[in-house]
C-alpha cells in the first residue's frame, strides 16, 4: 500500500488543522493506522493509532482531548484532526500502515510494527 500525507502547514496557537492520508490499494480496510511525528533534532515518536474498523482509537498523552484520529475506509482515507495546537506540536508527521499485527497500545506505539509509510506533512505552530 502507498501513502500520501497532507493537510500540513503554518498556524499560530490555538488553531486547528486536519491532516489527511490517502492510501493505495484494496486492501486499506485491512491495516491498523497510525501517526508519528518527529521534531527537530527528536526521534519519532508515536502520536495516534486507529483500530482497522476504527472501533478503537489510541493516543500519548500529549495530545489527548486536543488531537482526533479517524478514518473512511470507503475513502481509504485516515485523519488526524488537531486542535488547540501548541508550538511543540510542531515536528513532521507520518501515517503509516499496520498489517494487524497490533492489538495492544504498547504495540502501536512502536514505530517498527508498521510496514508503510507516507512520506510526511510539515506542522509548524508559531506561538
Known amino acids: 500500500v502507498q501513502l500520501q500525507a497532507s493537510g500540513g502547514g503554518l498556524v499560530q496557537a490555538g488553531d486547528s488543522l486536519r491532516l489527511s492520508c490517502a492510501a493505495s490499494g484494496r486492501t486499506y480496510s485491512t491495516y491498523n493506522m497510525g501517526w508519528f511525528r518527529q521534531a527537530p533534532g527528536k526521534e519519532r515518536e508515536f502520536v495516534a493509532a486507529?483500530?482497522?474498523?476504527?472501533?478503537?482509537?489510541y493516543y500519548t498523552d500529549s495530545v489527548k482531548g486536543r488531537l482526533t484520529i479517524s478514518r473512511d475506509n470507503a475513502k481509504n482515507t485516515v485523519y488526524l484532526q488537531m486542535n488547540n495546537l501548541k508550538p511543540e506540536d510542531t515536528a513532521v508527521y507520518y501515517c503509516a500502515a499496520d498489517r494487524g499485527a497490533c492489538s495492544t497500545y504498547g504495540c502501536y506505539r512502536r514505530d517498527r510494527e508498521y510496514d508503510y509509510w507516507g512520506q510526511g506533512t510539515q506542522v509548524t505552530v508559531s506561538s
Open positions: 486507529i483500530t482497522r474498523s476504527g472501533g478503537m482509537t
